[in-house]
Structures are given as C-alpha cells and as structure tokens.
C-alpha cells in the first residue's frame, strides 16, 4: 500500500513538475529509455522516479517509518531490490577513474541478487556530487554532507536537473580526493544497486554509522542491505598497541576488546561474521596492526582492474 502510494506521488509528479509543457523533463525521459518502457510500465521506473526526485523525502519514509514495520519477507524483498556493495577505498576510487566500457553480466559472486548482476561503467563516467539525505536527517550530522556520488548516465543529468541547489558536477580528480578523505574520517564506501535504475550501479555513498540509513537499517532492524567487500580485517596481534580506535571506529561493530581492561592486559579480536571488510580499521590503526585480506567466503569484491580482463558475456 505504501509503495503504491509512492508510485501514485511519482505519477503525479510528472504531470506537475514537466518543464515547459513537457510531461518528463529530458533526463527523466532518456531514463525511462535506458530502463525501458515494458519497466516503466511495470511501474519500476515511475518508482526510480519517486526515489530520485524526492531522494530525501523518500529516504526519510523508509529509514523512519517503513523499516521499523518490515518483517522477515519484506526485509528479504528491500535488500533484494535495493543494497549497497562494501567497497575499500582503493576499488572505490578506481571506480570513479575508469576509462573505458565495461558491460559485465552475471556477476553473482559480486552482487548476489537477481536485480544487480550486471555492471555497466561508461567511462570515463560523469559523476555528481549530491547533499547526503541519510545526514540531512539528522540533527547533528557529520560533516562535509555534500559527500554522496551519482555515477553514470542518465543518473548525473537527473540530479543536477531536478537538485540543482544541492548537487554539482565533478571531476574524476575531485572524486578521488573526497574518496580519500571521508576514508581519512572513518567512513564506508559503499556502491549502490537499484532495481530502478535498471539493476545497475549507480552511486558511490560515503557513510558513516551515526548517520547513514543502510548501516542503520542493518545493525538496528536486521535488513541485510549491505554485502561485504570481498575482504576481511586481519589483526596482528605483535604490533597491536591497543590503543582502542579501531574498536570505537568500526561501524559494524565486528570489534571487541578481549581480556582484562583495568590491569590493561587486553587484546582486540575479530567477529568474522560482522566485518564487512570496508577498511574502516585499517585507516584508524596508528601502528598498522591491521590489514585487509582476501576471503572467498565474504564473495568477490567489485574490482573494476579485475572485471576489465574478463569477457563481456562472463
């Protein structure tokens, strides 16, 4: 009934927010296009619209009202048809640096959902930087809050068309600094997936767990909106001073103190199941006791050196 709804106010949308008597303004139109009419039909992309248009209105619904409600089948069916891929710092900032096409299908050991096995790149893409809805929530949010990516076409032309005040075009350059620098605050990568934007990547979040609506709807409501980065934090214990930062920073709480910490003899140890492998530790450990390593079991991480090698039709 809700999402009904939703679509219902993106409908009407259409008809009032047409420019110059136009019903869709040229971007909404070249999206409808690229996703496809028998979709939009389906009312997936009039929904994508609603999501767009509205981002923080829409998020605001979902994070406060709808998550909460949601039980074990309609998490499921949120995660499925919207979630968000841990990145490190490293693959997120080749990401946004590609420079060439890359049309990938059937990617399931990446993105194991139906909606998002493809990856389409255009490089070099066009990117946007946009007001981050999940900290324009909050009170007291963390800053910058300008910190969200939109990647790609018809997305980029979109937001700058419909969020002129709070979106601005970048360059691949500007993407990689901002990249480093929230890494640098103790922020999560993650690249988005959305069934309407036609099952693609379309956004680089940087989020930060006091704030972002993803983590939240995953540590507090158990909606497993993010999949792991394809690696896991190793810590070694000989060069572990602990000090304690990657315990306060890590924003899955897959770090805990083991040992007594009033006579300080204490260690730092791993959940394995909670770390989603994001890096966020590593950047925190003053003496480098911590590292990222791989783990077939956490899936393949979305490395964009890698899929360039791989054959289209994969």
């Excluded at 009904?4 to 949308?13: D, E, H, R, S, T």
């Excluded at 939240?216 to 909606?223: D, L, S, V």
Aim: proline share 6%; with cysteine; net charge positive.
């Amino acid at each position: 009934m809700i999402w009904a709804a939703l679509v219902g106010a993106g409908l009407l949308g259409l008809w009032l927010f047409g420019e110059r008597g136009r019903l869709l303004r040229p971007s909404t139109w070249r999206m409808v296009r690229i996703s496809g009419w028998r979709r939009f039909l389906k009312l997936t992309t009039a929904h994508g619209y609603v999501y767009a248009r509205w981002t923080y209105q829409y998020v605001k619904l979902g994070s406060q009202i709808i998550a909460p409600l949601l039980g074990e089948q309609g998490k499921r069916w949120l995660a499925t048809h919207y979630h968000g891929k841990v990145l490190p710092t490293e693959l997120a900032q080749a990401l946004v640096t590609v420079q060439e096409d890359i049309p990938l299908h059937s990617l399931e050991q990446i993105v194991p959902f139906p909606v998002a096995r493809d990856l389409v790149l255009n490089g070099p893409p066009d990117i946007a930087l946009y007001e981050c809805p999940c900290r324009q929530l909050r009170a007291n949010p963390c800053t910058p809050t300008q910190v969200c990516m939109v990647v790609g076409q018809p997305f980029v032309d979109f937001m700058l068309e419909h969020h002129p005040r709070g979106a601005r075009r970048i360059t691949q350059a500007e993407a990689v600094e901002l990249l480093q620098a929230e890494h640098d605050r103790g922020h999560v990568h993650t690249a988005w997936f959305k069934d309407a934007a036609a099952g693609r990547f379309y956004a680089i979040c940087n989020c930060c767990s006091c704030c972002c609506g993803g983590i939240e709807a995953m540590m507090r409501h158990g909606i497993p909106m993010l999949i792991p980065s394809g690696y896991v934090s190793h810590i070694d214990p000989q060069r572990c001073s602990a000090c304690g930062r990657c315990v306060r920073g890590c924003p899955f709480g897959a770090l805990r103190w083991n040992g007594d910490t009033i006579q300080g003899d204490r260690t730092v140890i791993l959940n394995w199941e909670a770390c989603l492998g994001c890096g966020v530790c590593q950047a925190l450990c003053p003496s480098g006791a911590i590292s990222l390593l791989r783990d077939e079991a956490k899936g393949m991480p979305l490395d964009v050196r890698l899929l360039l090698s791989r054959s289209p039709t994969e």
